[in-house]
């Protein structure tokens, strides 16, 4: 029974600890990333671990097709979040994260639906060139931020943090970065989830999408453990359809990395590691020449791990 209004909690429930499991699960359609919501897009699917799941990937298995009615692939365990204050009211939740790949086929199953990623973090596609109000509105405030600091040290601190993550002073910029990129704009309260910028009645929040509570530095996480992860193991393969062109092998790698890569360099680094093979037949012509259709060579994953090679997909 909860405690009458105005009573305070008691000492076990005031020390009690919840514990979930929150699933980041990514498809990718033509070229566009896209993420399983809840919500109406504002969380991600989350359950409890119940006591008689057999493992905690059971248990993520388990509530994600009930909430989202689809089958699970590939998954990897992401991250354990416990920060104090990552809960309303106080109260202490520990989720534990997981990354899992899918290919969509519906627009979600009750109150689930796929959202693009880039809608929560707008700045991180570059296949277009950098974006605009990258220049003009986010580095601007970002060193009024740093100009804020109450020391030179701190400022000196504060705007190396924001040249490095966001490839500045002719630095590059690095897409695996998303994570320390939002968490900086947390720092900064430039983004609706930092509570203290609310307070502080500063400049509306730039542009994204907000979540519910952390989810949003948790998609940051996953989409970092993605981005990462293809340039040296073939995880994009999970998310293609059985059959593909390069092409479409292509723009799939674009769309999670948020940047181009040299097309015939792309080609020869697939042919070079044999991770494809031809299956005979072509896709329908759309305007142009119809193109070889593809299939992925899984067996090639065991072939490498015995000689311990590793699997590139990364950029020219």
């Not at 979600?108 to 509105?137: I, M, N």
């Not at 500045?168 to 609706?192: C, F, H, K, M, S």
């Not at 502080?200 to 996480?221: C, E, N, S, V, Y």
């Not at 040296?232 to 940047?259: H, I």
């Amino acid at each position: 029974m909860p405690p009458a209004p105005g009573k305070p909690l008691d000492d076990a429930a005031a020390h009690a600890v919840a514990a979930d499991l929150i699933a980041v699960l990514v498809a990718v359609t033509g070229d566009r990333p896209r993420v399983m919501t809840v919500q109406d897009g504002l969380a991600l699917p989350s359950g409890p671990f119940a006591h008689d799941d057999r493992s905690l990937q059971s248990g993520l298995r388990s509530w994600v097709e009930q909430q989202t009615a689809r089958p699970l692939g590939y998954v990897e365990q992401l991250y354990t979040f416990a920060d104090r204050d990552r809960a309303p009211q106080g109260a202490r939740v520990i989720s534990i994260s997981y990354l899992a790949l899918t290919r969509e086929n519906a627009d979600g199953h009750g109150e689930a639906g796929w959202r693009d990623w880039y809608g929560y973090f707008p700045w991180e596609d570059h296949r277009a060139g950098p974006p605009h109000y990258l220049k003009v509105v986010i580095v601007p405030r970002l060193r009024a931020w740093t100009k804020a600091a109450t020391s030179p040290a701190q400022q000196r601190d504060r705007w190396r943090r924001v040249s490095v993550s966001f490839g500045l002073d002719g630095r590059p910029w690095n897409e695996d970065l998303i994570l320390q990129r939002y968490e900086l704009l947390y720092e900064a309260a430039l983004v609706t989830e930092a509570p203290h910028g609310q307070k502080a009645g500063l400049a509306a929040p730039i542009p994204g999408q907000p979540m519910l509570f952390d989810h949003r530095r948790i998609l940051a996480t996953g989409i970092a453990r993605l981005r990462a992860k293809i340039k040296y193991r073939p995880v994009v393969f999970e998310l293609m359809p059985p059959r593909f062109t390069l092409l479409q092998l292509q723009r799939s790698v674009e769309a999670l990395a948020g940047r181009l890569v040299h097309k015939q360099n792309f080609r020869r680094l697939i042919e070079l590691q044999e991770l494809v093979e031809e299956t005979g037949a072509m896709a329908a012509a759309t305007g142009g020449r119809p193109a070889k259709l593809f299939r992925f060579r899984r067996e090639v994953v065991d072939e490498r791990a015995v000689v311990g090679t590793k699997l590139p997909l990364a950029k020219a």
